[in-house]
C-alpha cells in the first residue's frame, strides 16, 4: 500500500511501498505540481523500478520549468536503489538522519 | 522453507506476493535487513512475465528456500517463448537525465543487487525458470565501499 499526503507548499508526503502497483496512482498525483517538489519518504519502506520511473518522468517534466523534485528522508533502501540507478546524479535526495 | 505459490498474472498480485515473502521470512527467522532488495528482485520478474509472458492468463509460480547464508527464490512462468532476462543489457546510468528513459533499469538493478541468477527453458514444456540468490553476509557490488559504518546492513 501506498499513501500520499500532500503538506502544503510542494511537499508531499510518501508512505508504505511504490511498486508497480502503486506507481499509476503516484503519477497521476505528481503530474499535477509545478515548481519545487519536495517528496517526504521517511516512512516510505520501498521502491522499485517503476517508482523510479516516475520520479524520472517527474523530474524530466519540472527541470525545463524552472522547478525541481527534491527527496528527503530516503531510506538505506531507497539510498541503495538511487545510487545503482544513477539516480543519486539526477535528483537531490537528502538521506534518513 | 514454503511450497511454491501460484499468483495471477497481474500487478495487482503484488500485494499478495510481499505478504509471502515477509510471511517467509518471519517464520524463518530471517534477516528481514535484506527483505527489500528480495522483493525488489521479485517484483522486477514478476512484472517482466507480467508484460512479456504468456496471454492465456496462466499463473506464474514463485518459490522460496533457506539456503546456506542466505535465501533462494524461483519464479516460473509456464507457456511462454523464451527470454531470458539475465541476459538483458545493461543501462548506461551516468546518461545526463535528458538522455534517461526507465526501461531496462529494474533487471539492471536485480543484476546488481542479488548475489546471483540463473534463467532455465524448457521447450517441452514452453517454460521460462529464473532462480535467484540472496546473502545475509554480502551487499551488491560497489555499496561496501560507499558504506562506511554501515557495512552490516545485511
Given at each position: 500500500m501506498l499513501t500520499i499526503e500532500g503538506a502544503g507548499a510542494g511537499v508531499v508526503v510518501l508512505a508504505g511501498r511504490l511498486d508497480a502497483a502503486q506507481s499509476p496512482s503516484l503519477q497521476a498525483y505528481l503530474d499535477k505540481l509545478q515548481g519545487e517538489v519536495t517528496l517526504q519518504c521517511a516512512k516510505l519502506d520501498y521502491i522499485s523500478s517503476a517508482g523510479l520511473g516516475v520520479l524520472l518522468k517527474t523530474q524530466k517534466r519540472l527541470l525545463p520549468a524552472g522547478g525541481k523534485l527534491r527527496i528527503t528522508g530516503a531510506s538505506r533502501h531507497l539510498q541503495d536503489i538511487f545510487q545503482y540507478s544513477g539516480f543519486d546524479q539526477i535528483l537531490e535526495i537528502e538521506p534518513a538522519p | 522453507m514454503s511450497g511454491p505459490r501460484e499468483f495471477a498474472r497481474?500487478?495487482?498480485s503484488l500485494e499478495t506476493l510481499f505478504e509471502y515473502t515477509s510471511e517467509f521470512f518471519v517464520r524463518n527467522r530471517l534477516?528481514?535487513?535484506i527483505l527489500p532488495i528480495v522483493d525488489f528482485a521479485v517484483e522486477e520478474l514478476f512484472t517482466n512475465m507480467v508484460k512479456?509472458?504468456?496471454?492465456?492468463g496462466r499463473p506464474i509460480e514463485v518459490g522460496l528456500a533457506c539456503v546456506d547464508g542466505g535465501v533462494q527464490v524461483e519464479l516460473v512462468d509456464t507457456g511462454v517463448e523464451p527470454?531470458?532476462?539475465?541476459q538483458a543489457p545493461d543501462v548506461?546510468?551516468?546518461?545526463?537525465i535528458e538522455e534517461?528513459?526507465?526501461?531496462?533499469l529494474g533487471l539492471h538493478l536485480v543484476r546488481r543487487l542479488v548475489d546471483s541468477w540463473d534463467y532455465q527453458y524448457s521447450k517441452e514444456k514452453r517454460q521460462s525458470r529464473v532462480t535467484f540468490r540472496k546473502s545475509f553476509a554480502k551487499r551488491a557490488a560497489g555499496a561496501a565501499a560507499n558504506d562506511g559504518d554501515h557495512n552490516a546492513h545485511d
Open positions: - | 497481474s500487478n495487482d534477516d528481514p535487513r512479456y509472458g504468456s496471454s492465456d527470454f531470458d532476462m539475465t548506461d546510468v551516468s546518461r545526463p534517461r528513459t526507465p526501461g531496462g
